[in-house]
């Protein structure tokens, strides 16, 4: 019934969509190609009077006036049922093969009937395939099987095979019983002279009324089991005792195993702390040239990751050159300085390089400690910039009073010149003259005064720098005060910040760095920007010009004071700069931006 279900569902389904279109309005040809396209023999349209509206067939070896001829009887009895709208029959043939399915389905209008025809030979095999006998003698052929049949009132229905003469239902209880209840019952009984255990349960179908399914099953295994159970648990008390001497010694194993783990744990964790504790970089590379171990410290070094960096090949890091690993392979390597060049700068690095050996006295790699001494070397420099500041404020104490009273001497006398003697002739050549004295004597005043700012103590003089204020008047002044209308002067203050200080300081900081990147521009223009922001609680002061930028190899003179790159220029600007910074608890630094030109970038304190 159920493949009865869906063939018939299958065929509804092609029928409705051929209702679909109106009038069925089908050519010959079209239905011939639904008919291939749906696996069928044929399909048949016929109007109410029962003429073929339209016929279509698979192939050229099927006639379709056959097919006609075979259904117009069913056509003729299915048009005059007028409950039924559907309807699906299976025809058997005289011959083996010669089985055909029939489906014919009316439309709502009752105007048309729709007839497909199909090959039902699978559709057959399927049933017989599928059918309880079919079931039976299979399940009957399984190993232990003894035989299964179904027994009604009436007699045996289907067995597995020939089971001989057996009671009837009424005659044995056990039947009886079985036959009422709905639970599955078991019994031991002789079959064939072996002893067998029968599972019994009643059914009730439409076609055999009720009865009793019966299932034997042999007990020769068991009986085979039952026997050999006695040898099983000996060989089973065997081996549990075997397991259990096991098991004792896995125990103690464990503890010691533990004991051991946790031993070494311990010196593992001291081990990795003191080896992370150093405040110098070391790593392990094996003989093979494979990185073995390296602590924090030189993974900070050198900006690289644990993952990245253990197992890696040494040779195909970025900073293998510091570490002369085959020499070091060969003679035991030595110590020596190296300077590093990396995205956080130049780095001035000690490595010590030795070979380790394994427990065969055999090398086995090598290990490298590096130091970075560049904080040193900077520190050093400091000092050496202190204590020339130091020699030039000794110098400029003892100079600058001596200089500046004939000086003014000099710059009064050349304005009075100016202002109060007329010559008769050679009027603008005195005029230059008198005021190229003048302006000398000015710039000569200039240097003075610098001498001497870099020699006063402003430690004292801690007051509130409106930050944004000072450099916002003092691009204005410089605006005012340079000579070149191509070059543009930009402020850019992105927070308002307040430092401790002295805003005059601050203010010459602003002055040096705007006058050397004005200077540092090129005869063709360019732009001077200074930006006020705040990152990570710090305050940064950035002045950047369009300039030839520095080269890196005088980036750590440039704040040496007396040292400068232009012609006539004293090299105190920087100097003053570097001195202020450091008065304010700041940093000075340089960069040279891809983009061009240079870049002093001033970290201060943020007080805000």
Known sequence: SFFDLLVQEKFSDLAGFLSARENLEFSDDELADFAAGYGVDAIIIFDHELNVWSAGVRGAFINPDEVIDAVFPSVESFQADSAGFHNLETVYGDLPGEVNMYYFEKTLNREFIIVIAVDALFYAEAKKTIGIGYLVQNIGGEEGIEYIFFQTADGIVFSSRNIGKVLRIEKDTFLIETLSSDTTMSRERMYNDRKVLELARSFSSDEYGDGVFRLGISLGKYYEIVTGFDRQMIALSLVIFAVFVLFILYIQGKQKSLFLDRSFRRIQSLS??????????????????????????????????????????????????????????????????????????????????????????????????????????????????????????????????????????????????????????????????????????????????????????????????????????????????????????????????????????????????????????????????????????????????????VPDEIKTKVFSPYFSTREGGTGLGLSIVHQIVEELGGTAEILSPESGGTEFRITFPDCT
């Open 272 to 549: 990795d702390k003191v080896f992370d504790s150093i405040n110098s970089g070391l790593v392990v590379i094996k003989k093979d040239g494979i990185v073995e171990l390296a602590n924090r410290e030189f993974q900070s070094m050198f900006e690289i990751s644990e993952g990245d960096l253990i197992g890696s090949r040494w040779h195909d890091c970025p900073f293998a050159d510091i570490v002369p690993l085959t020499k070091a392979r060969a003679d035991g390597g030595g110590e020596s300085e190296v300077v590093y060049s990396g995205s956080g700068g130049k780095k001035h690095l000690l490595v010590n390089v030795n070979r380790l050996y394994d427990h065969k006295s055999g090398v086995s790699g090598v290990v490298a400690v590096i130091f970075d001494y560049t904080r040193i070397r900077e520190l050093e420099e400091t000092a050496r910039r202190r204590e020339r500041l130091t020699e030039l404020g000794d110098l400029a104490a003892g100079v600058a009073h001596e200089i500046r009273n004939p000086l003014n001497a000099i710059s009064i006398a050349a304005q009075r010149l100016l202002a109060e003697f007329r010559p008769t002739e050679n009027i603008a050549e005195f005029k230059s003259f008198a005021g190229q004295i003048k302006s000398e004597a000015s710039r000569l005043n200039d240097i003075v005064t610098r001498f001497l700012a870099m020699t006063r103590d402003q430690s004292g003089k801690i007051k509130k720098i409106e930050a944004a204020n000072v450099i916002n008047e003092t691009v204005k002044l410089m605006r005012l005060e340079t000579h070149r209308d191509d070059i543009t002067i930009i402020a850019d203050i992105k927070d308002d910040i307040r430092l401790d200080g002295d805003p005059d300081r601050f203010k010459q900081i602003l002055i040096n760095l705007i006058r050397n990147g004005i200077e540092a521009c090129n005869k063709n223009g360019g732009s001077v920007t200074v930006s006020l922001t705040r990152e990570s609680g710090k305050a940064m002061l950035i002045v950047a010009d369009t300039g030839h930028g």
